[in-house]
């Protein structure tokens, strides 16, 4: 392979502290990988990872070595970006992770229009509630749903706040009651979003007085598609982003309770590796999605 193949690989390597997840990113196997480390430590005349079955870390020199690789790599890639932007635009493929309900609700009837607009760019979404690590598992950006966002590395642009509101059918009001107290939701049939950042506890707040409801449900899901479904049924009450149920609030399907009390808000942001300079496919798409989510 190719000298920048070889310094890619160690770079991967370095930053994953893994050869085989780098062999997974690049798609390369095992024995490629560390033939290109062992060539380039041969032509470097010096042991730039120290390794053994368990483990690995990089000498001092390979600390060194690696710096001077990264501020080289990323030059290339600017440079790379600063051509394909005076060829015409976005091109390539675009990975991202995103929430499935948001993109659902709120982004998947404007993605094709999006699109249209740059026919260079490819885009690969992966509808995924977890949390991904954007940089080992090799997407560009993620869409991230949060009540307070971690400090980490990225990059963080806030899209959207969405607010949450307790809601139910019209059919289980009538057969259980409606709340009128937080407390109340101790004796009802609570439906629980399990990825939520407040799944096992819902904090409500009315004039400086701050309640916290610990949540023991029946059902428990891993979709919030799933919990409005269950809603709609009539099954429970639930803790819930409006904007995900706001048809159906119009619609009369669900009502509204303790309307009286503060809940959580959740904000979306785009998550990004820190660049001094963006890629060009990576700024129309954040260009869209603030449009997506100002216009929704």
Request: with cysteine.
């Amino acid at each position: 392979m190719s000298r920048y193949t070889a310094l890619q690989i160690f770079r991967h390597v370095a930053e994953l502290n893994s050869f085989a997840q780098a062999g997974r990113l690049l798609g390369l196997s095992p024995a490629a990988i560390s033939k290109n480390i062992a060539e380039l430590e041969a032509r470097l005349g010096t042991r730039l990872i120290s390794r053994s079955t368990r483990r690995m870390a990089l000498t001092e020199e390979g600390t060194l070595y690696l710096r001077h690789v990264v501020q080289a790599l990323d030059a290339l890639s600017e440079g790379e970006r600063a051509l394909c932007a005076i060829r015409g635009g976005p091109a390539g493929t675009l990975r991202v992770s995103a929430p499935m309900t948001v993109t659902l609700t709120r982004l998947s009837t404007a993605l094709p229009g999006f699109l249209a607009s740059y026919p260079d760019l490819k885009l690969d979404l992966n509808l995924d509630d977890r949390r991904v690590d954007i940089v080992r598992e090799g997407f560009d950006m993620a869409i991230r749903a949060s009540d307070n966002l971690e400090d980490s590395s990225l990059v963080a642009r806030k899209l959207a706040v969405m607010p949450h509101i307790v809601c139910a059918a019209p059919s289980y009001f009538d057969a259980h009651g409606t709340p009128t107290t937080p407390s109340d939701l101790k004796t009802h049939n609570c439906v629980r979003f399990s990825l939520s950042g407040h799944a096992d506890s819902w904090r409500f707040s009315q004039g400086g007085r701050i309640e916290h409801i610990a949540i023991t449900p029946r059902y428990s899901v891993t979709s919030s598609l799933a919990v409005r479904d269950a809603l709609r049924e009539g099954f429970g009450i639930s803790l819930i982003p409006r904007p995900y149920v706001e048809d159906d609030l119009a619609a009369g399907r669900l009502l509204t309770a303790l309307e009286d009390w503060q809940t959580v808000d959740t904000t979306l942001y785009a998550v990004y590796p820190s660049r001094q300079h963006l890629a060009p496919k990576i700024q129309v798409f954040l260009d869209f999605l603030a449009d997506a989510f100002r216009r929704a």
